[in-house]
């Protein structure tokens, strides 16, 4: 079955330092990996995805995630958090199986960047 | 940047009573999708339309619900008689048709059934 977990409800960062948001991933065949971030009363903004070739992927608004195959990860990370990168981000997977695309979401992991 | 738009923002409604949650794709996706959040929990695949039919859906996709592309623009999702569970918000995406291609989401219609 395909599926994503994000581990951490909550992440706590001060404004300056580097943040992870942790992302692992569980499917068959090649993984289609996406992050999307989640402001208050907004849709899902899409971020940055994997699909092939390096593992270092870069996205937008500076942020950057590592594709991990031995560990089936696929974490979001950025050098310096902004305040205003609190948000709730969503790490989600392509079903390999389906014809259409249909994502897997994990349960979503939310962002609090203090001044 | 084009972008997936959804009306309305927001919808009550009571229990029993037929909803029509609207959205439009971007102008040049051909696959469309419907998913579903409720609050504090996953984001949750519904349904996807492809060539003018349901391409693929979830167990939560049963009779009650369905889809349209009525017109060359809107993509409509209708649940025909709703239950307090359906309360969520419901998220339309879009995307061109390419292999892994992103899926574009709108902002989301929040739907409270009293």
């Known amino acids: 079955a395909q599926s994503v977990a994000q581990p951490e409800d909550q992440v706590n960062v001060a404004e300056g330092n580097p943040l992870t948001v942790k992302c692992t991933y569980s499917?068959?065949?090649?993984?289609?990996l996406f992050w999307y971030v989640q402001y208050p009363n907004r849709g899902l903004q899409f971020l940055l995805k994997?699909?092939?070739?390096?593992?270092l992927v870069k996205g937008s608004y500076g942020f950057e995630a590592e594709f991990n195959k031995s560990q089936t990860s696929f974490h979001l990370k950025k050098p310096s958090a902004l305040v205003s990168d609190s948000a709730l981000y969503f790490c989600?997977?392509?079903?390999?199986?389906?014809?259409?695309?249909?994502?897997?979401f994990g349960s979503g992991t939310k962002l609090n960047v203090k001044p | 940047e084009p972008e997936v738009t959804q009306t309305p923002s927001h919808q009550v409604t009571q229990m029993g009573q037929e909803v029509i949650l609207r959205c439009v794709p971007i102008?040049?996706?051909?696959?469309f999708y419907w998913y579903r959040q409720i609050l504090g929990q996953k984001v949750e695949f519904l349904v996807s339309?492809?060539?003018?039919?349901?391409?693929?859906k979830s167990e939560i996709f049963d009779d009650q619900f369905s889809v349209e592309r009525p017109d060359g623009s809107n993509f409509t999702l209708k649940i025909r008689s709703t239950k307090l569970e359906d309360s969520a918000m419901y998220f339309c995406?879009?995307?061109?048709?390419?292999?892994?291609?992103?899926?574009?989401f709108g902002p989301g219609t929040r739907l409270l059934v009293l």
């Open positions: 995406a879009s995307r061109v048709g390419l292999a892994g291609e992103t899926q574009y």
């Open positions: 499917v068959s065949g090649n993984p289609y």
């Open positions: 994997y699909i092939t070739g390096d593992n």
């Open positions: 989600a997977v392509r079903d390999a199986l389906s014809n259409f695309n249909k994502f897997y």
């Open positions: 102008s040049n996706h051909l696959y």
């Open positions: 339309f492809y060539n003018n039919e349901i391409s693929e």
